[in-house]
């Protein structure tokens, strides 16, 4: 278990940030991850893995820059929308590391689509009165559900397994439920569960990070 060590500075540096509330150390969290995915990306990923897993370093990069972009918006609407574009592309990369391996899961995407079509319409559209941060929110809730169903449909073999696949999409839901409490916070004006927003964002990388540990390292 000593190869999932590494997990617990981004516990430690969460801690900090909990104690301080100094940004940074938040940003810290996932610098610290993606240096440490790059490390496994080119010291233990075979050759022939090393595009599928790129996917994940990429999603991690524009995942903090997304997060700069929304710590520093202060209400403004194009820093929001190039906030909420970045996630965008960083929902894309994991679209591409999950479809490198197999295919959409359309009863999930269906299912997904359907209950969060429904909370925009009756929660957030008519709490946003701004067209732009509107047009990025729904595509964004669209792009988000489509992740998680096309993490769901990776099938098992290829260099993935139960545990691997389990881990991914649990990082992807939990990103997916940062972003639903988020937008009930912001836009709804719902506080219950909004301390749960920040380490299930982190929660998400955490996870996401195990699976390519688990794959990728030396078994013990």
């Known amino acids: 278990m000593k190869k999932y060590w590494p997990l617990l500075v981004p516990v430690v540096l969460y801690a900090a940030f909990a104690v301080t509330d100094i940004f940074w150390f938040r940003c810290a969290i996932i610098v610290f ?24 370093p990429a999603a991690f990069f524009f995942s903090i820059i997304g997060d700069l972009f929304l710590h520093f918006d202060e209400g403004r609407a194009p820093l929001f929308i190039a906030g909420v574009a970045v996630y965008f592309v960083a929902h894309m990369s994991y679209i591409g590391f999950s479809l490198r391996r197999g295919k959409v899961n359309w009863w999930m995407m269906g299912i997904l689509t359907t209950l969060f079509t429904i ?28 992740s998680v169903s096309a993490a769901s449909g990776m ?49 998400s990388q955490m996870l996401v ?11 013990d």
């Not at 990070?209 to 078994?219: D, G, N, V």
Request: with cysteine; proline share 4%; hydrophobic share 55%.
């Open 33 to 56: 991850l993606l240096a440490h995915v790059l490390w496994l990306l080119f010291a233990k990923v075979p050759k022939e893995h090393r595009r599928k897993a790129a996917f994940i």
């Open 119 to 146: 909370y925009f319409i009756f929660l957030l559209y008519p709490n946003i009165s701004d067209t732009g941060i509107l047009v990025a929110v729904f595509l964004y809730i669209l792009v988000s559900c489509f």
């Open 209 to 219: 990070t195990a699976a390519l540990i688990h794959l990728f390292y030396e078994k």
């Open 155 to 203: 099938p098992l073999g290829d260099g993935m397994d139960k545990l691997a696949k389990g881990l991914v999409i649990g990082g992807i839901s939990s990103l997916l439920f940062s972003d639903f409490v988020l937008s009930l916070h912001d836009f709804v004006g719902i506080q219950t569960g909004y301390f749960l927003m920040l380490p299930t964002f982190y929660l």
